[in-house]
């Protein structure tokens, strides 16, 4: 079955700085990779996410990119703000059926 | 106009005793699921359904019987809790295609 994994499970940045988060999946059948936003006491939201026939996409201050040949994919945060502090969730999924989810990561931006 | 709703918010039980959690969606999709997020914050799939028929039932003790009576919802009825069974349960549902996947607010479960 798919196995995914994710890095860093913290990170910290400044306000204004960047961030990445990286995650790594087993799985070639796989063909949608989301990524989730999880404050505390909620829901994951899902805020960007990408089909395996598409090596990036961008929506305004988040990216994804992926690299199929390598199995792996990265979401990128410019210009962090504080309201991005969050657990971020990488996942993977053949056809929706069946989505497994990285460890999160823990990213707090400091002011 | 909640998307994706769960009832309750907060569940706090006796061991032994049986629960139920409810998830309703108001987005049309055909498939919902039921994911358990443990106390280190870890996201795995339980159940997903579509179209009111069994999907994916992954390696969850049979205590566990998830109920769709339509494709609006998906609830989960729990025996004979156990401690272990202590976390949040998160409900979702996506259509076919696209995948997005939509999730409600969780419901924290604490059994003692």
């Known amino acids: 079955g798919e196995n995914v994994e994710q890095h860093p499970s913290t990170l910290s940045v400044q306000e204004g700085d960047s961030a990445v988060i990286k995650c790594t999946y087993s799985d070639s059948a796989s063909n949608y990779f989301p990524w989730y936003k999880q404050e505390l006491g909620k829901g994951p939201q899902l805020i960007i996410d990408?089909?395996?026939?598409?090596g990036e996409k961008k929506d305004q201050r988040i990216a994804v990119t992926l690299n199929k040949t390598a199995k792996h994919f990265s979401l990128h945060i410019t210009e962090t703000q504080p309201e991005d502090s969050a657990v971020y969730f990488c996942a993977a999924t053949a056809y929706g059926q069946n989505f497994v989810f990285g460890p999160g990561t823990r990213l707090s931006v400091l002011p | 106009d909640t998307a994706v709703s769960q009832t309750p918010k907060y569940l706090v039980t006796q061991m032994g005793n049986d629960k139920s959690i409810k998830c309703e969606q108001n987005?049309?999709?055909?498939?919902m699921y039921w994911y358990k997020q443990d106390s280190k914050k870890f996201l795995k799939i339980m159940f997903s359904?579509?179209?009111?028929?069994?999907?994916i039932n992954e390696t969850v003790p049979n205590r566990f019987s998830p109920k769709s009576p339509d494709k609006a919802h998906l609830n989960l009825h729990i025996n004979s809790l156990e401690l272990g069974d202590s976390a949040v349960y998160f409900c979702?549902?996506?259509?076919?295609?696209?995948?997005?996947?939509?999730f409600g607010p969780g419901t924290r479960l604490t059994v003692t």
């Open positions: 359904y579509n179209n009111k028929e069994l999907i």
């Open positions: 979702a549902s996506s259509q076919v295609d696209p995948y997005e996947q939509y």
């Open positions: 987005l049309g999709h055909d498939t």
């Open positions: 990408i089909r395996s026939n598409v």
